[in-house]
């Protein structure tokens, strides 16, 4: 029997009703602060990825599902989103005026990656990217956004992490420091971490092996190399948090694993799901259009991951919020054509309504009725037809009672069908 890609799964059911639960409060909350919708193309060209996650990154070196195309485009399915929302806001020239360009997204991402619980190959992504503002009020726009967001879904146990990883004027000091840290313990570090000081010092920090690890413990932290603006920045964004009432620690190892990142780099760790892990991660990214080609405009942004999420969220608070449809049931063959004029009218009105179209007994439409958890069924049989009413059964209870036809859109919380 054939199975799904090995990392890449299917979602139904409870876990399903989760990610739609979180996606429609995404983008109730996000429409609230004025962020708008934006969908960009899975693939993208490998350009795209290496020049804005960067060419020594572990996404671009060992985790990109790229391939040839058919027309020899050398062509990558987006590991992440960030580059991909800068490349199209470019293209269409949406960052040209002064003005302030607030966007989010929802959807799938590929990274080919070692399978741990939560990680996958296919994962989906819900990210807030907001163009044209350095300031550091921008900052805590967007992270206190992410965290009511956070809130509202009912999580309260959350660390945002936060450190700053500078600009490229603080960049060197600290290379150098790096550099001379590494020089004094070089073999204790693998052959990856050898190609990774040459190409870029700050990705060693990525490497995920222990005796690497070991070999980093009192290596020399950038945010105590930071250039005065970087320093301003954090200090405000870190009042500004405490004013807004957000929890954060600072993690001044935290440099995050994509290239694109100046200044603020931020995590938010969860514990519900074994080992501490993050479930979202972002920062600015003030050079990044400029260096894919477009104005020298500033961003700040993030992402969830929703795989992570829903299963935070399955843990803590178990079945996603939802409101069962009612089911009506028709007896005989008279009933079943009322029964579909009926159903259309409620959900005209906007009524949540199954309808039982299989006919036969009503025990067996009873049955489906507990299982598929409805509370309120309706029957409709002769008697009711020619008596102008339906037969309402409430499933909790047992209790039965008779509802004249032209109230039960209201009484189901549609409108009134007259
Ligand atoms: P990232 O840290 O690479 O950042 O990914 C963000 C989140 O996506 C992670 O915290 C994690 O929850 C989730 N994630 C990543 N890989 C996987 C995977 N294999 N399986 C399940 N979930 C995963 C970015 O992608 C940046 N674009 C964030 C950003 C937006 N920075 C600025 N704007």
Known sequence: MAQSVKGMRDLFGAELRWFQHIEETARRCFE????????????EELEVFKRSVGDSSDIVKKEMYDFEDKGGRHVVMRPENTAGVVRAAIQHKLLTSSDPVLFYYIGPQFRYERMQTGR??????????????????SDAESLVMLYDFLRELGLAKLTFSLNSVGTPESRPAFQAAFRAFFAARQERFCGDCHRRIEENPLRVLDCKVPTCQAALE????????????SLRHHARLKELLSELGVPFTEDPRLVRGLDYYTKTAFEVLS?????????????????????????DVPA??????????????QQVRG?????????????????????LKLARDLWKAGVALQLETRGGALKKALASANRLGIQTVLILGDGELDAGTVTVKHMATGEQESWPLSEV???LGGLSLD
């Open 300 to 313: 700040f942004g993030w992402a969830i991951g929703l795989d992570r999420l829903a299963m935070v969220l």
């Open 218 to 229: 009192g290596h020399p932290l950038i945010s105590d190399f930071l250039d005065e603006g």
């Open 319 to 339: 079945e996603a919020p939802q409101t069962p449809p009612a089911l009506l049931i028709p007896l005989g063959e008279r009933a079943a054509t009322e029964a």
């Open 32 to 43: 609230r602060h004025g962020y708008r919708e934006i969908r960009t193309p899975i693939l």
């Open 409 to 411: 859109s209201k009484r």
């Open 120 to 137: 996958y190959r296919q994962f989906w992504q819900i990210g807030a990217e907001s163009f044209g503002v350095a300031s550091p009020e």
């Open 271 to 295: 514990g519900d799901i074994g080992a501490q892990s993050a479930i979202l991660g972002g920062g600015r990214y003030d050079l990044l259009v400029k260096h894919l080609g477009g104005p």
